[in-house]
């Protein structure tokens, strides 16, 4: 049994850009979830987001995705999670070759991308994909917990471990992407499952969203408003008063029920754990 979903979205121009570049997809029935935030000059990071959204829609509501949905819903085996990654993997890197494609094809689309967090719902868990800098969160309980990483050279800096200067050399870091969808070859999305109970809400968001709300007031804000639309909308706002120099995006999802999660017990209880340090 797939989860009982509801989601909602909210997006905004921003108070300083003149065209929003960010797009999504809610389709709660079908259980699949987008967030992209294109890049690229002359409106084509329009261009990119809407292609990820549009191909991977097409991609996750297809046949083959949907029965390996089904498949792994009804039976957690190591054929049925691998089928199901590789599914979910698949239909956004088709989104990637497609963005490819059109900036080979069109010089005015030269170096266009986007990034991708998106998330699919098979029964009780969550399959999560995702490229670049948008981010997905798990609120449970009360407590909001990142489940994406930040592909950015700021992100890649403080992994090796190198000095960073307060101010000038995050903000500079921070704002270059490493991974996103139409990068070329070395384009890579991560994908894996997240189990799901009853009551959970998971926040996919654009940059312009997490630049200027933080984990705990996402947790506050999530917990706190049972409406997904107006929690969406709350956290928008945030960003807006904050300085909204980028675009803003925010879907929240949540679980009215869940189905029966295939991840074995032992893993639910550690992540669980987890949350609560």
């Known amino acids: 049994m797939r989860s009982t979903i509801v989601?909602?979205?909210?997006?905004?121009?921003?108070?300083v850009r003149d065209h929003n570049e960010d797009a999504h997809l809610v389709e709660a029935e079908e259980g699949v979830f987008i967030v992209c935030d294109g890049m690229g000059g002359h409106a084509a990071g329009e261009v990119a987001s809407a292609l990820g959204v549009?191909?991977?829609?097409?991609?996750?509501?297809?046949?083959?995705?949907?029965r390996a949905v089904n498949d792994w819903a009804q039976a957690a085996t190591l054929e049925a999670r691998r089928s199901l990654v590789s599914a979910?993997?698949?239909?956004?890197?088709?989104?990637?070759?497609?963005?490819?494609?059109?900036?080979?094809?069109?010089?005015?689309?030269?170096?266009?991308?986007?990034?991708?967090?998106?998330?699919?719902?098979?029964?009780?868990?969550?399959?999560?994909?995702?490229?670049?800098?948008?981010?997905a969160y798990l609120v449970r309980?009360?407590?909001?917990?990142?489940?994406?990483?930040?592909?950015?050279?700021?992100a890649r800096l403080l992994a090796a471990g190198l000095p960073l200067t307060e101010g000038q050399d995050v903000h500079r870091w921070k704002g270059v992407i490493t991974n996103a969808l139409g990068f070329g070859d070395d384009t890579k999305v991560?994908?894996?499952?997240?189990?799901?109970?009853?009551?959970?809400?998971?926040?996919?968001?654009?940059?312009?969203?997490?630049?200027?709300v933080s984990e705990a007031e996402v947790g506050q804000v999530l917990?706190?408003?049972?409406?997904?639309?107006r929690a969406a909308q709350k956290?928008?706002?945030?960003?807006?008063?904050?300085?909204?120099?980028?675009n803003a995006t925010a879907l929240v999802i949540?679980?009215?029920?869940?189905?029966?999660?295939?991840?074995?017990?032992?893993?639910?209880?550690?992540?669980?754990q987890i949350l609560s340090l």
Request: proline share 3%; hydrophobic share 40%; glycine share 12%.
């Open 141 to 154: 309980g009360g407590i909001a917990m990142q489940l994406t990483e930040d592909h950015t050279l700021l």
């Open 54 to 66: 549009r191909i991977t829609r097409e991609q996750w509501t297809a046949s083959a995705t949907q």
């Open 235 to 246: 956290l928008v706002d945030l960003a807006l008063e904050r300085g909204g120099e980028d």
């Open 190 to 212: 991560v994908t894996f499952i997240v189990p799901l109970s009853d009551g959970d809400k998971l926040l996919l968001c654009s940059d312009g969203v997490s630049e200027y």
């Open 254 to 272: 949540k679980v009215v029920e869940a189905g029966e999660s295939q991840v074995p017990a032992a893993q639910r209880q550690r992540d669980d």
């Open 88 to 135: 979910v993997k698949a239909g956004v890197m088709t989104a990637h070759r497609a963005i490819c494609q059109q900036a080979a094809e069109d010089p005015s689309k030269k170096g266009m991308g986007t990034t991708f967090t998106g998330v699919v719902v098979a029964g009780g868990d969550a399959v999560v994909a995702h490229a670049g800098d948008s981010r």
């Open 223 to 229: 917990a706190g408003q049972p409406s997904p639309a």
């Open 7 to 15: 989601a909602a979205a909210v997006t905004h121009v921003g108070n």
